[in-house]
């Protein structure tokens, strides 16, 4: 019995040492003080620096997540890579490693037909026997996942996507395109939350969750009570703490608010990031004493 994907899921930070490797302690610390604060994780994607790793580091951090959180919430291990066999490598590590599903971004750099993008996640779904998640995220990828695709992807043995398109219209096509009894859709950003799940949406991937998980999962709460006027007010400033985290660079901004916040997670992302200089950690920490989110 596969474990239910819903609720706030952040899209979890790989920590990282100095030197570039992989920061194991600092790893652990961070995936504990999550687990009792959101709803899943989802680690090894965009904000875990995935793409800047190889398969071997992208394992080990998967296997140390993953004995993390013994179980305790659902965990989808990102597993997208610009060729198939990678992602089906990826993807049947994890699922011995002991994920609840996988996830992959469209094939990228390329741009590649409607079909080949469908048997590319075709391929991936059909190795494992854990859920596998479309992830579409053309402004990445640069291939979009269109409605009539993820339909056919629907009966082909995906179980749900993960929509980071920033398009309520194209997440509204979805919905309305994929009629698979079980399909579970999930809005990959907190910027529309509260219009997706009104609409259907399981589940929501923030980024903003790495930094504020207590904020987006009071916003959750107030959309699962019915509390419409709570949740609008909730979105709304949700909106601006997100702008606030993109005052700077978005990735590093997640590591410096962290260490605002006393939460280890090592010395920051992986290079050709880098840590936000003090002018700009200050500007992030300027607008979250505003909002009410820091002390000052």
Known sequence: MHKEISGIIPPLLTCFKED????????????????????????????GCGLLMSAEERKRVA???????????????????????TCVDLAKHAESAGADAVAAIAPYYYKYSEAEIVEHFRTIASSVKI?????NNPHTSGNAISPRALAEM???????VKDSAFDLVNFYSYLIKVRRPGFTFI????????????????????????????????????LKAGCHDEASALQLKVVEARAALKIAA?????????????????????????????????????????LGLLKD
């Not at 140390?64 to 198939?84: E, F, M, S, W, Y």
């Not at 010395?267 to 300027?286: F, I």
Request: hydrophobic share 45%; glycine share 12%; proline share 6%.
């Open 20 to 47: 570039g490797g992989f920061d194991e302690a600092a790893q652990r610390s961070l995936v504990e003080f999550f687990v009792t604060r959101v709803d899943g994780l989802y680690p090894v994607g965009t904000y």
């Open 131 to 135: 859920p596998f998640f479309a992830y």
């Open 187 to 222: 809005v990959g950003t907190e910027a529309i939350a509260n219009a997706a799940v009104m609409a259907g949406a399981a589940g929501v991937v923030s980024g903003l969750a790495n930094v504020w998980p207590e904020l987006m999962r009071e916003l959750w709460g107030a």
């Open 250 to 290: 978005t990735i590093p901004s997640c590591y410096a608010v962290l260490k605002m916040r006393g939460i280890e997670c090592g010395w920051g992302p992986r290079r050709p990031y880098l840590p936000l200089g003090p002018a700009e950690a200050e500007k992030v920490r300027a607008e979250f004493v505003r």
């Open 154 to 160: 629907a009966s082909l043995g995906v179980a749900g």
């Open 63 to 85: 296997e140390t997540v993953l004995d993390q959180v013994r179980g305790r919430i659902p965990v989808i291990i990102h597993i997208g890579a610009a060729d198939t066999a």
